[in-house]
C-alpha cells in the first residue's frame, strides 16, 4: 500500500488559517474514521493532535480542528503561532487491519 | 505519568539480527494494543506493526512480514521487536507506541532507538 499523499510544504502568517489535506482510497481514509493527525517537532517524538478524524485529545488547543469528505481529510490550524511551526502527518486505520501514514508535511510559520 | 523508553537499537551488518525492547510503566500494559513505528533519517513516518493485549493477533507492514516479529509480556510491561535479515533500508529510529484498539491512534510514544544496519 502506498503513503497516503500530503503536500509536502505549506506556510502562513502569524494569527492567519491554514489546511493540510491528507488523500488516501476508499480502503483507508475513506472507509473508516480512524483518520488521525500527529505533530512533530525537530528531535522529538509525534505528538497527537487529532483522532478518529474531528477528536482532540485532553491538552490540545482547540485552534487544531479535523474534517473528512470522501477519500480526503483535512487538518486546519487556526491562528497560527510559531510553536506551530513543525511536521505534521496524517495516517489511518486500512481495510488490512494496518495503518498507513501519509508522508508529512512541514509547515513554516512566516 | 505514562511512559515507554525504547531500547536495543545500535549498528548492525546488512542480513544480521537485533531485538529492540520498549519498557511501559505508568498504565495497565495489558489493556492496550502496542505498535512499533520506524523513522528513516529525514524521512517520514512508516508504521511496522500492531500486537493485541494477548499477544495473538499481530499485523504488520508488508516490507517486514517474514522478518520481523512483534511480541509482548505482560508479566514485565515489555514490548518487543525481533528484527531478522536486517537490510540498509530497515535504518530508522524506531518508536513504540500505546494504541487503545486496533485503528486507534498511538496516544503515547516513546523517545526512539536508533537501528543502523550498514556493513
Known amino acids: 500500500q502506498s503513503a497516503l499523499t500530503q503536500p509536502a510544504s505549506v506556510s502562513g502568517s502569524p494569527g492567519q488559517s491554514i489546511t493540510i489535506s491528507c488523500t488516501g482510497t476508499?480502503?483507508?481514509?475513506?472507509?473508516?474514521?480512524?483518520v488521525s493527525w500527529y505533530q512533530q517537532h525537530p528531535g522529538k517524538a509525534p505528538k497527537l493532535m487529532i483522532y478518529?478524524?474531528?477528536n482532540r485529545p485532553s491538552g490540545v488547543s482547540n485552534r487544531f480542528s479535523g474534517s473528512k469528505s470522501g477519500n480526503t481529510a483535512s487538518l486546519t490550524i487556526s491562528g497560527l503561532q510559531a510553536e506551530d511551526e513543525a511536521d505534521y502527518y496524517c495516517s489511518s486505520y486500512t481495510s488490512s487491519s494496518t495503518v498507513l501514514f501519509g508522508g508529512g508535511t512541514k509547515l513554516t510559520v512566516l | 505519568e505514562v511512559q515507554l523508553v525504547e531500547s536495543g537499537g545500535g549498528l548492525v551488518q546488512p542480513g544480521g539480527s537485533l531485538r529492540l525492547s520498549c519498557a511501559v510503566s505508568?498504565?495497565?500494559?495489558?489493556?492496550?494494543?502496542m505498535s512499533w513505528v520506524r523513522q528513516a533519517p529525514g524521512k517520514g513516518l512508516e508504521w511496522v506493526a500492531n500486537i493485541e493485549q494477548e499477544g495473538s493477533d499481530k499485523y504488520y507492514v508488508g516490507s517486514v512480514k517474514g522478518r520481523f516479529t512483534i511480541s509482548r509480556d505482560n508479566a514485565k510491561n515489555l514490548l518487543y521487536l525481533q528484527m531478522n535479515s536486517l537490510r540498509a533500508e530497515d535504518t530508522a529510529l524506531y518508536y513504540c507506541?500505546?494504541?487503545?484498539?486496533?485503528?486507534?491512534?498511538?496516544?503515547?510514544w516513546g523517545q526512539g532507538t536508533l537501528v543502523t544496519v550498514s556493513s
Open positions: 505508568g498504565f495497565v500494559f495489558s489493556d492496550y494494543w
Open positions: 478518529e478524524v474531528t
Open positions: 507506541g500505546r494504541v487503545r484498539f486496533s485503528g486507534s491512534p498511538l496516544d503515547s
Open positions: 476508499s480502503s483507508d481514509v475513506g472507509g473508516y474514521n480512524y
